[in-house]
Structure formats: structure tokens, C-alpha cells
């Protein structure tokens, strides 16, 4: 391998077992050498690489993955099995990788406090600088329904719980409108430090911060994710589009179902959008099977 491609590879690597994916790697690493001169060959894109390398999930259709073509068992002979070989390794890297996390499938045993443990006094994205506590999540690990923000405000900030000040009051209010308490559900963001001033959190902080939510969601297995404003619900679906162009319309996301809706703070400065708010939250009482709270 390319000693350029080598070293990109290690620091890959590195940032994974940083990310407590560890173990994902290694027991790949005995898994025989097929995927690696894909790797080789499709760097510049490592989470692609590890994809073709990962097992299909029930959402892969959704996310674009090609169904990985067998080469074992009845092959046809000589040149033809040289070419269905070469068609299959063809189909195997196609999806596009955005994130690490999207890519790697899920750590066995993973828990709550293993991702938070792992998180430990986080300096890797330059929002550590400004936090005064990491604000991880809160709420049950068996929870059905897994509402996600974007980051921690001041109050936030100031507490290490999510969605706290007024905006969480409003959240908590949602909550008990749906005939469910808050320490049913489960809440958190995409990033776990406040950014300065409120503002939205940046690309690269959402890069770096990501695979811990996407590890959290993969722990509790949720029926339902409601993300929570733009940032939450272009994270986790990978996409630029405005929210107005997609909520409250129902996606697959790793085996969850998964709506977006205005975030709670929007409200606040929109009030007439609650009616809509409700009906998505109404949606999510449906496929819940949830009867709205007796005044
Ligand atoms: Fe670490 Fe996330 Fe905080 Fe950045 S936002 S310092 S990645 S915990």
C-alpha cells in the first residue's frame, strides 16, 4: 500500500478506537483480507471502504446500499466465475459513506455509560472550549421515543441536562401532551457542548460529535426518533434540504422510524406553528400506539 494511503488509513483507524470503535475494527481484522485492497483502492473516501465491509442493515435499501452478490457456493466455471467475481466485488462499494458512523454497524454491548465513558472530558471538536458541562443526554435507556436537538443552551450549558430552559419547559409540555412523562423518553442532541453564543453548531463539530449520538441510538433502539429543527434532522438524514421540505414525513433510520419537527425554541418565536407541531407529534402518538393527555 501507498505509504501516503498507509498513513491515512492509521489515523482512520485511530479516530475509530478513539471513538471506542475498536472493537468493530478488530474483529473485521480477522475476517480474511477480501475488503482490503477495496480499501486500497477506494481511499479518499475511508468510511466507503468500510462499508463495503460492513454487513447490510434492515435500512441499507434506504440508504443506497447495493445488496452484497454472493460469490461463494454453485459458481459457474472458469472465466465466468472470474467475471461474476469481479461483478460482485463491483457492486460491494457504492454507497456513499458520510459519516463513520453511518457506515460501521453497531458495537456489540455497547451501553449509555460505555459512550459516555468514551466521551470522558471531550477536547476532540473546539466546542470543549467554551462549555462549562457536557450535556450527554437524559432520560430511560428503554425509551420508545427518542426526541433529538441540536446542542446545549445556557441553561443546558449550566445544568449538563438537555433541554432545560424554556424551550425544554415547552419540549416537557409536548411530552405530557402525548400522555407520556419526560423520564419516559429519552432526550438529547446532536452535539454535547454548548456553541458560543447560541449559534447553530458547525459542520465539522457535527462530524466530530456525531457517532456518539448515532452510538446512543443504537443502544436504546428506539420505535421512534423525533428530530427536533433542522440541524437534528439534516444530521441524522444526511441532507441540506430545508426541514419545511420534509416534516413530518416518516423515514427508516437504523431500524427506527423517524419524523422531523420544529424544535421547541422555534415555537417560542412562532407560536402559530404549534398546530402543525402537533400533528407530527400526533403521528408519532399513532405508530405508538399513545392517547393524548385527559385535561
Ligand atoms: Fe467532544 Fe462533542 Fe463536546 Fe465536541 S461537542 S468537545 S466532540 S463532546
Not at 457456493?73 to 472465466?79: E, I, R, T, V, Y
Not at 402525548?178 to 459542520?203: A, H, W
Request: net charge positive.
Amino acid at each position: 500500500m501507498d505509504p501516503a494511503d498507509r498513513a491515512r488509513v492509521e489515523a482512520w483507524l485511530r479516530y475509530g478506537d478513539d471513538l471506542g470503535l475498536g472493537p468493530y475494527y478488530r474483529s473485521r481484522a480477522t475476517q480474511g483480507t477480501a475488503a482490503e485492497p477495496e480499501l486500497g483502492a477506494q481511499f479518499g473516501s475511508a468510511p466507503r471502504a468500510m462499508a463495503a465491509a460492513t454487513p447490510a442493515r434492515a435500512s441499507a435499501p434506504a440508504l443506497g446500499l447495493a445488496p452484497k452478490t454472493s460469490v461463494s457456493g454453485s459458481q459457474p466455471a472458469g472465466g465466468a466465475a472470474q467475471k461474476s467475481a469481479q461483478a460482485a466485488a463491483s457492486v460491494l462499494p457504492v454507497i456513499a459513506g458520510p459519516s463513520l458512523f453511518e457506515a460501521a454497524d453497531r458495537i456489540e454491548n455497547d451501553t449509555l455509560e460505555h459512550i459516555r465513558a468514551d466521551i470522558g472530558d471531550c477536547t476532540r471538536c473546539k466546542l470543549h472550549k467554551g462549555r462549562t458541562n457536557i450535556v450527554f443526554g437524559v432520560g430511560s435507556m428503554k425509551a420508545e421515543l427518542v426526541f433529538v436537538g441540536e446542542g446545549p443552551g445556557h441553561d443546558e450549558d449550566l445544568k449538563g441536562e438537555p433541554f432545560v430552559g424554556r424551550a425544554g419547559k415547552l419540549l416537557t409540555q409536548m411530552i405530557e401532551a402525548m400522555g407520556l412523562r419526560r423520564q419516559d423518553v429519552y432526550i438529547c442532541n446532536v452535539v454535547k457542548c454548548r456553541p458560543p453564543e447560541n449559534r447553530l453548531p458547525e459542520k465539522d463539530e457535527i462530524t466530530t460529535c456525531s457517532p456518539f449520538l448515532y452510538r446512543q441510538i443504537d443502544v436504546i433502539r428506539p420505535k421512534v426518533i423525533c428530530c427536533l429543527g433542522s440541524c437534528a434532522s439534516q444530521t441524522l438524514l444526511q441532507t441540506t434540504q430545508g426541514i419545511s421540505r420534509f416534516r413530518g414525513e416518516w423515514f427508516d433510520f437504523r431500524g427506527s422510524k423517524l419524523i422531523a419537527t420544529y424544535h421547541p425554541a422555534y415555537l417560542l418565536r412562532n407560536p402559530n406553528a404549534k398546530g402543525e407541531v402537533w400533528k407530527d407529534l400526533q403521528k408519532v402518538m399513532s405508530v405508538l400506539g399513545l392517547q393524548p393527555k385527559r385535561k
